[in-house]
Every structure is written in C-alpha cells, then in structure tokens.
C-alpha cells in the first residue's frame, strides 16, 4: 500500500529528473556561448586591441560564470534524486540500510582548516 510520504516523494522526483533533464539541455548548449568571444574580433578592429580584449575577458568570463551555475544546479539535482532514492527504497523496505556516501567533501568556511582523518 502506498502512503502518502511515498506519493509526494514520487512526486518530487518526477518534478527533480523534468528540471535535471531540462538543465541537461542547457548544459549541452554551454559550448555554443564561446560563439560569443568572436564579438572580440570585429570590436578590436573597430575600437582597438584594447576593446577587443575587454569584450574577450567578458565574454569569457560570462561563459565560464554560465557552466559554473548550470554545473551546479545539476549536481543539486543529481544529489537530490539520489536522496529521494534512498528514502523511497527506506520506505519499501524497512531492513534496508541507508549506503554510505565515499564523498564527504564540504566547502570550508573562512576560519576553517581542514584536519587529517588521523584526528
């Protein structure tokens, strides 16, 4: 029998792999804003050197800021899928034992050092 817990997480992971298929999409076109660099060409002739390097360090850095938040959005995604995985499967089975994740990496704060596993 189905509760209702597994209904709404059926239904969020429907809704996570619509979003993780449709930031797919943008990231297969990621590769197509490098076309935009090319602008460098015709300002530097028009403008000088100096504008057509401007308009290659923004576009770059455009592109780069574009693949950054699209690779991310989809890694949160892919993360939270797995984490709806897990819990319906908890859910099904109650003798299953949540896997343990290999990566336990985590941003450092500020003040933060990163100890050995030693300690």
Known sequence: METERERLLQAEQRRLRDLYADINSDWRQVRYLFG???AAIPIGMRFGL???IIVLVLALSFVATAAYL???RREEYRASIREIDD???MLRDPDY???RRKS???PLTLFETQESPDH
């Open 87 to 89: 819990e319906l499967t």
């Open 104 to 106: 336990t990496w985590r």
């Open 36 to 38: 935009i660099t090319l």
């Open 70 to 72: 699209i690779g991310v």
């Open 97 to 99: 034992e949540e896997p």
């Open 50 to 52: 100096a504008a057509g």
